[in-house]
């Protein structure tokens, strides 16, 4: 069986490394908010271009400190309205929710499947207060339209920058581009931790200073309590463990890229939609290889009897959840279409590329 994502193969090729950090965090004595985290805080906000970085415990975290930070500077008050991509996995939704804010849901472009950024103004009003971009499969959503917008509505910009690590736009990695990023280093990442782990950018001091509180307690010294926060803090050993997988991210996000290309060059199914290259000034880290056809899952089930696992990001769209019972009702087709009609195929620094060609065999000879 070619797996989906071989997380053990993934972290075997560091396990000497891993070890090792593991072993001088449990010599060290030290567990919480000390030298292993202000390091991974650095290589991080070193290798992104930013200012600062702050280490908080996953990327649901990340997006609900950053909004929560917007209100308590008053550049939120509650009621006030996101602009976020309506086929967004449901952590992007929750942030906002959670800080009593409310997300506006905006169709993708359906063949980038990220927000449709000639469709963002129609939606602004008297309470929108920012847009919140997906980088969604690790694709890069940005444009000059998009920074003129925000520019001329006066709203910020956050990045949910869950799936894109290393993206670029014009050589700016995402996690810069806008006002403020958050991370996930879950495991399955592209830089995955041993369990959960996540992170906040920005280039803005006062955001990060609240932002730090917020996820400690509420506190920016011991026992004095300034916020109502949270605890949503990255361990030492999850930041050892990402200091040493960040030293390859570079090098295992080309080779993602080279699978991709690949992909891209060798299925010729009629019956498969593929994702388009980038434009010249966009750099994907294709976090997934997410392609379209009819009968999806057909098409999977096939796949599975060929010994190829896939996966499907994602089944439900965020307004047919219970959860969000109240949207239930709405009719947004290109988020239904993409949810109804999408597959993602194995994609990883250590898939092989026999194993890929494999799978471009397996599709070109399936029939409808």
């Known amino acids: 069986m070619i797996k989906f994502l071989d997380?053990?193969?993934?972290?075997?090729?560091?396990a000497e490394e891993l070890n090792t950090a593991a072993l001088e965090v449990l010599d060290s004595g030290w567990f919480l908010l000390g030298e292993k985290v202000k390091t991974f805080e650095n290589n991080l906000k070193e290798y992104i271009g930013v200012s600062h970085a702050i280490g908080v415990a996953n990327g649901l975290d990340a997006l609900r400190l950053i909004l929560n930070a917007?209100?308590?500077?008053?550049?939120?008050?509650?009621?006030?309205?996101?602009?976020?991509?309506?086929?967004t996995y449901i952590a992007s939704?929750?942030?906002i929710t959670d800080n009593r804010l409310n997300p506006?849901?905006?169709?993708?472009?359906?063949?980038?499947?990220?927000?449709?950024?000639?469709k963002i103004e129609q939606h602004i009003t008297s309470r929108t207060k920012a847009i919140m971009i997906v980088h969604l499969y690790g694709r890069i959503c940005w444009s000059d339209e998009l920074a003129n917008l925000a520019k001329k509505y006066n709203l910020k910009i956050i990045e949910d920058n869950a799936q894109a690590i290393g993206a670029s736009w014009n050589g700016i990695k995402s996690?810069?581009?806008?006002?403020a990023s958050g991370f996930s280093f879950y495991p399955g990442k592209n830089l995955g931790a041993?369990?959960?782990a996540g992170a906040v950018t920005t280039n803005d001091s006062k955001l990060a200073v609240v932002v730090r509180a917020l996820a400690n307690y509420g506190s920016h010294k011991k026992y004095e309590t300034v916020y109502q926060g949270l605890n949503s803090r990255l361990d030492e050993i999850q930041a050892a463990f990402l200091n040493v997988k960040l030293k390859f991210l570079e090098k295992?996000?080309?080779?993602?890229?080279?699978?991709?290309n690949l992909y891209i060059s060798s299925i010729t199914n009629p019956s498969i939609n593929l994702p388009l290259l980038p434009k010249d000034s966009m750099e994907h880290v294709w976090h997934l290889f997410v392609i379209k056809t009819e009968n999806r899952n057909q098409l999977q089930k096939y796949l599975e009897d060929q010994n190829i696992q896939t996966l499907i990001h994602y089944p439900i769209p965020p307004h047919k959840?219970?959860?969000?019972?109240?949207?239930?009702?709405?009719?947004?087709?290109?988020?239904?279409?993409?949810?109804k009609k999408v597959l993602s195929l194995p994609i990883s620094p250590v898939l092989t590329k026999e194993e890929v060609l494999q799978i471009i065999v397996a599709i070109n000879n399936y029939k409808v």
Do not use: C, M
């Open 252 to 260: 295992e996000n080309q080779y993602r890229r080279e699978i991709a």
């Open 175 to 179: 996690g810069t581009l806008g006002d």
């Open 70 to 87: 917007y209100l308590k500077l008053g550049a939120f008050h509650e009621g006030d309205e996101i602009i976020v991509p309506a086929n």
């Open 104 to 118: 506006v849901l905006v169709e993708p472009d359906i063949e980038t499947y990220n927000l449709d950024i000639s």
């Open 7 to 14: 997380l053990k193969k993934i972290n075997d090729q560091y």
């Open 194 to 196: 041993i369990g959960d």
């Open 93 to 95: 939704i929750l942030a």
């Open 321 to 339: 959840q219970e959860a969000y019972k109240e949207w239930n009702k709405k009719s947004l087709p290109i988020t239904e279409e993409i949810h």
